[in-house]
Structures are given as structure tokens and as C-alpha cells.
């Protein structure tokens, strides 16, 4: 209990920090929404559709789309609304509605519009093709059952039906297409996933870094011997310090993780494999933030040790550029820090589908930088509480 009762005060001290509040709470999630919109859907392209008319004339265009989008995906909404919503935060790349009155207006005769939903600074030059063409492949067909009918005083129905069939009778042009080299980032990768799994990792390491002054200033002010003078163990103060720091991170990692599932639909894969990656690298981020913390001279040093620390790791490991890009000797060297390795875990989880088994070679070494930095830090803690 006494263990519990230290770890609760340093969370405690955490949250009454407004600055602390705002690098836990506020700042990754600008990261995430800032690299979210940057990068969009990342590898895999979405045409999205609101068919509000649901004739078989919007069907048939809708079809037509479909068979010609390539490796694009199309999402439909329900609403005009929830798709200039998905354009407008970049999870798509470009809208096609079909206003209701659509199929009356052409087989009436009249002029239908289509309304295209991109935006400003988009460059969706490849999805807007596709829709042209479809755009185009029907509004070649309509317009010779329009003359067949006028000309042959058929109804259109049977003009339409005899242009459609006679359209695919004729030939069509082929084309193949073909990719050199292989992808950096996986085709599924998002940029809010992206963000997501990046900050997680830096944001965790950092604030537990930053956090490690508060030991310091325990240290200082005399908190921590005053505690030993107590009938409370060297032990059970050590325990208590680490609880507190573990929270931390953790309190961290996983708003960061429901945070970005619940607002901007990160699928993060097996929810068990990655919390339990979570917890491998909250222990990685405790055993570094107890090791400074017993081992500077005060927090002041601890703070800028922390940030510096922090950012260097962050950077070599792939949690502040996506490690893909890195080239081969900068990657082999981003195996020396546990974000690599953190953030190679995630990428198993959310793009492959792996489950815990999947991701124990990544997790056995996660847990073993813990246990080399936790078991350091203890022995200098305890060194610095009984010294």
C-alpha cells in the first residue's frame, strides 16, 4: 500500500502540471492531426461516393467506377455531408456525388450535374481520370439511345438498352501498367496511423524522461529520506517509484491509443499484442527515466538530458521520420534503440495482422532493454536513497 500510495502522488504532481498537461495530452495529438492530414490515406488511394439518387442509371456509373479503379478503393457514405467530412480530412482523396433526381433528369431528356468534392491544394489527378472516364463512357451511351430514340421513334428504355449493348461489343484499348522497385511503406500504412505509432512510442519515452526530474526534486527536498526515516523500506520506496514512473507512461501510451481510435480511426491491429507492446516499452521508458533520475545532479540537468536524449533516440529510431525511408546502414543502426523495435512491433500488429506470437523476437527485446535499464536504475536508486 505504502508503494501504492507513492506511486499515486507522483501521478498526482504529474496531472497538476499544466505544462505537463499539455505534452501529455495536447501536443501528440497536433502531431497526429498535422502528419494525419500531410499524409492522408498513405499507400491505398479511397474514391469516395454519395449516391443520394439510387436509379439504375447513378448504379451503372457507380459500376462503371468500380471496374475502373484500379488499385483505388471506394468508400461509400450515406450522406453529402459525412463524404465532404472525409475529403476534408484527408481520408480520401476525392468525392463523386450523384444528386438525387439524377436518373429522371437523363432519361427525361434533360441535363444532369455531378458534383466532384477535392481539395484546394490536392493533386488528384489519377482518381479524377477514373471518374471522367466513367463520366464519359455514360454520357456516350445516353446520348446515342437519345438519337436512336428520336431518330427510330423508339421508347428510350429500349434505345438504352440496345446503346449499352452494342457499347460492349466494341473494342477497348488495354492497358497494362507495371512497378518498378518495391514499396518503401506498406500499401495499408495511413498517415494518421503513421502519427500515431510514432508519437506513441516518442511521446511515451519523452514524458517519462521529463518526468524523471520530479525524482530529483524529491531527492533535493528531502522527500525520499524523510520516507526512509519512516518505517518504510529501501525497497518498498523503490517500488513506489517505479509504479509512479510506469503510470506515467503508461497513462501516456494509452490515451495516445484509445485517443486516435476513437477520433480518428487508427486500427492499430490485435488490441492484445499491442498493449502488451504498450507495456514493454512503458518498462523501457521506466527503467531510462529511473536511471536519470538517480544519476543527475539536478533537475535542471535532468530536464535538458531528457529532451536531448529523447529527440536523438527518437530520431535514430524511426519514431520522428518512418524508418522505412532510412537507408540500409541508418537502419541497422536504428536497432540499437527500443523505439526501432517498438515501432516495428506496431507496424506487425496493425499491417500484418500479427498477433503476440507474431511479435516476441520484438518483445523479447523490448523486455530485455527493460530488464538491463530497471535493474541499473534500482541499484543506482538505492544507492543514492541509503548512500
Request: charged share 15%; aromatic share 6%.
Amino acid at each position: 500500500m505504502k508503494a501504492l500510495a507513492i506511486a499515486r502522488a507522483n501521478v498526482r504532481r504529474m496531472l497538476r502540471d499544466r505544462r505537463d498537461l499539455f505534452f501529455v495530452f495536447a501536443l501528440p495529438v497536433v502531431i497526429i492531426v498535422v502528419m494525419g492530414l500531410a499524409f492522408g490515406g498513405g499507400g491505398t488511394g479511397y474514391i469516395a461516393i454519395a449516391d443520394r439518387d439510387g436509379g439504375p442509371l447513378a448504379a451503372g456509373l457507380v459500376q462503371a467506377i468500380e471496374q475502373n479503379r484500379g488499385p483505388l478503393e471506394i468508400r461509400r457514405f450515406a450522406s453529402e455531408a459525412d463524404l465532404r467530412d472525409a475529403v476534408r480530412r484527408n481520408t480520401v482523396e476525392m468525392g463523386l456525388i450523384i444528386p438525387t433526381g439524377y436518373d429522371a433528369a437523363l432519361r427525361a431528356g434533360r441535363q444532369a450535374s455531378l458534383e466532384y468534392v477535392e481539395r484546394p491544394e490536392a493533386i488528384a489527378t489519377a482518381v479524377q481520370s477514373i471518374l471522367d472516364q466513367a463520366v464519359q463512357e455514360q454520357a456516350a451511351v445516353i446520348t446515342a439511345a437519345r438519337y436512336a430514340a428520336g431518330q427510330r421513334g423508339i421508347p428510350f428504355e429500349q434505345a438504352l438498352a440496345e446503346a449499352t449493348r452494342l457499347r460492349g461489343a466494341l473494342g477497348s484499348v488495354s492497358v497494362t501498367s507495371e512497378t518498378s522497385g518495391s514499396r518503401l511503406i506498406d500499401a495499408g500504412m495511413s498517415g494518421y496511423l503513421m502519427g500515431a505509432q510514432s508519437q506513441l512510442v516518442l511521446f511515451m519515452f519523452l514524458t517519462s524522461m521529463t518526468a524523471a526530474t520530479q525524482l530529483i526534486v524529491s531527492r533535493q527536498l528531502g522527500v525520499s529520506r524523510r520516507m526512509f526515516s519512516t518505517p518504510t523500506s529501501a525497497s518498498v520506496i523503490v517500488i513506489g517509484e517505479l509504479l509512479g514512473r510506469f503510470a506515467i507512461a503508461m497513462i501516456q501510451g494509452l490515451f495516445i491509443f484509445v485517443g486516435t481510435a476513437l477520433v480518428f480511426g487508427v486500427k492499430w491491429g490485435d488490441p492484445v499484442a499491442a498493449c502488451a507492446i504498450i507495456v514493454a516499452f512503458g518498462l523501457v521508458a521506466t527503467g531510462i527515466a529511473m536511471l536519470v533520475g538517480s544519476t543527475a545532479r539536478n533537475a535542471e540537468q535532468a530536464g535538458s538530458l531528457g529532451v536531448a536524449a529523447s529527440m536523438l533516440l527518437g530520431a535514430f529510431g524511426g519514431a520522428m521520420v518512418p524508418p522505412e525511408v532510412f537507408p540500409d546502414v541508418m537502419r541497422t543502426l536504428s536497432r540499437l534503440t527500443p523505439h526501432s523495435w517498438a515501432i516495428d512491433a506496431f507496424r506487425q500488429v496493425a499491417l500484418h495482422d500479427a498477433g503476440i506470437a507474431g511479435v516476441l523476437p520484438q518483445l523479447g527485446v523490448l523486455l530485455g532493454f527493460a530488464a538491463v535499464l530497471l535493474v541499473a536504475a534500482t541499484l543506482r536508486f538505492r544507492r543514492a536513497l541509503t548512500g
